[in-house]
């Protein structure tokens, strides 16, 4: 079955210090992998996507993320984090070969606080 | 563009009441879904909708009713609220399904008493 996992529930940093934010999945192939972010009393913003091609992939605000197939992987980072950067991250999973673009499998969010 | 419009945004009712919540998008985006958002347990699909007069059940649709009469409007009827509906609502859009950017609603919080 089709799963997506992120480890860390809750992670603090430091503004100005990197980061980067865990994301696994469980399907057979390659799936469409997704971050979202979700400001306090917010709906969820898409930050980056990846579907093929190249397996880093540019997002907003400064974010970027690495598919890497063999530890199925879709980690996010940030190379300095800005105390706006403070928000619930959440990664999802897609399912291109089951012919499906009708429903995303979401992970449970990882909640991001920044000190200054 | 106002993107994805929820109404309302704050909602108490009491068990056995029914409303609707309210989304409209203005991005002429043929799919459009319902999800609660619950500590703890993420993002849960209620219902979605391909385009007008289709929709289809996703991960916990019971206790929900859904109609897709334009492609602007998806509202989500609760039918005989109850306190395990209590619960933060989110509509979301996009041009054919979720292989596309979804553009998600600022949120219904609602209270079941």
């Known amino acids: 079955a089709q799963s997506v996992t992120q480890p860390d529930i809750h992670i603090t940093v430091s503004e100005g210090a990197s980061l980067e934010l865990r994301c696994n999945y469980s399907y057979g192939a390659t799936p469409y992998l997704f971050w979202y972010v979700q400001s306090p009393g917010q709906g969820l913003q898409l930050l980056l996507k990846y579907f093929s091609g190249d397996t880093l992939v540019q997002g907003i605000k400064g974010f970027e993320a690495e598919f890497k197939r063999s530890q199925s992987s879709f980690n996010l980072r940030k190379p300095s984090v800005h105390w706006s950067d403070a928000a619930e991250y959440f990664c999802a999973v897609g399912a291109p070969h089951a012919g499906n673009n009708r429903k995303l499998i979401w992970g449970l969010g990882t909640s991001l606080a920044v000190n200054p | 563009n106002a993107g994805v419009t929820q109404t309302p945004k704050f909602q108490v009712l009491k068990t056995g009441q029914s409303m609707t919540l309210q989304c409209a998008q203005d991005?002429?985006?043929?799919?459009m879904s319902w999800y609660r958002q619950d500590p703890g347990m993420g993002l849960r699909l209620i219902h979605y909708s391909v385009g007008a007069g289709i929709t289809d059940q996703g991960e916990v649709p019971n206790g929900y009713n859904v109609s897709r009469s334009t492609t602007e409007d998806f509202p989500l009827r609760l039918l005989s609220a109850a306190p395990s509906q209590t619960s933060v609502y989110f509509c979301a859009s996009s041009w054919t399904g979720v292989d596309e950017k979804l553009f998600f609603g600022s949120g219904t919080q609602l209270s079941v008493l």
């Open positions: 991005m002429n985006h043929e799919y």
